[in-house]
């Protein structure tokens, strides 16, 4: 059966910056009106713990890939988003994909 679910197929621009740490408040309280917490976080804690398993090949080729620069490259992991995952608990499985500047991430 296929699953249309959007969430399993993402497409997006990531733009990662370096923000002093003495503006991380100033910057949260200029976003508070524009962004909203996601299903997954600990209201009482303001964040989520994610707990990531990466798999790469026997010769390192996603590390040496990402340690290089490579505008296109992928890697495989299994995520979860509790701090002590359980047996019954959640997990996905994602290939997460550079194209360039884009980035795909399937979701399993």
Not at 8 to 36: G, Q, T
Not at 88 to 98: G, L, P, Q, V, Y
């Amino acid at each position: 059966m296929i699953n249309n679910n959007p969430n399993l197929h993402i497409r997006r621009f990531e733009f990662k910056y370096i923000i002093p740490n003495r503006d991380v408040d100033k910057l949260r309280r200029a976003i508070n009106h524009f962004a909203s917490f996601d299903k997954y976080v600990d209201l009482n804690k303001g964040f989520y713990p994610v707990t990531s398993m990466y798999f790469d090949n026997i010769n390192y080729d996603s590390y040496y890939e990402k340690l290089a620069g490579l505008k296109n490259r992928r890697k495989f992991r299994i995520r979860y988003y509790e701090e002590n995952p359980k047996p019954k608990s959640t997990a996905f499985f994602e290939i997460k994909r550079r194209d360039e500047v884009i980035i795909f991430k399937d979701r399993f």
